[in-house]
């Protein structure tokens, strides 16, 4: 995958239900696994969601306005991928501001990455900080629209 664009189109997740960050964790392995293929880079479920609560045990990742930004590092992965998921109901984070999640963006990065793993991040973390962004997500009535809004962002910004 590129890097002007973390996100592939069947890595987006509309109105996912989840009812805690485990059971939402659980429902985007399995999307960054089918997306990525990853079975065939011997990643399991489990391990992604082991890493990703052993990192929200640290802090949470829910960075305010209802936008959590989980991320975590697995053993096997070559570079940085992402999943977007818009919730259906939103989820307690724990974030920084006390409001429920509904817009996720899952990082998945290699163990031993750094920088790489950085970039993505900031890069997301600029994008769903614009509140003009946040409200044009919420409002898609599709996964498709979710990937055109992501998409055209990226390359507005990317230029």
Do not use: C, W
Not at 42 to 48: E, F, L, N, V
Not at 76 to 104: H, Y
Not at 141 to 157: D, G, H
């Amino acid at each position: 995958m590129a890097e002007s664009n973390l996100f592939h189109p069947n890595g987006i997740m509309f109105e996912l239900h989840a009812s805690s960050k485990k059971q939402l964790f659980q429902e985007i392995s399995s999307s960054l696994i089918d997306t990525y293929d990853l079975q065939d880079k011997g990643i399991a479920s489990r391990d992604i969601v082991t890493a990703a609560m052993d990192r929200e045990r640290l802090g949470s990742t829910g960075v305010g306005n209802g936008v959590a930004l989980p991320h975590a590092r697995v053993k096997g992965l070559e570079n940085v991928v992402a999943v977007f998921a818009k919730l259906e109901t939103p989820l307690d984070f724990e974030s920084i501001d006390d409001r429920a999640v509904d817009l996720v963006a899952f990082l998945l990065a290699p163990e031993e990455s750094g920088g790489a793993h950085l970039r993505a991040l900031a890069k997301v973390s600029r994008l769903l900080r614009r509140q003009d962004v946040r409200a044009r997500l919420r409002a898609a009535p599709s996964a498709e629209a979710l990937y055109t809004i992501i998409s055209e962002q990226q390359a507005a910004s990317a230029a």
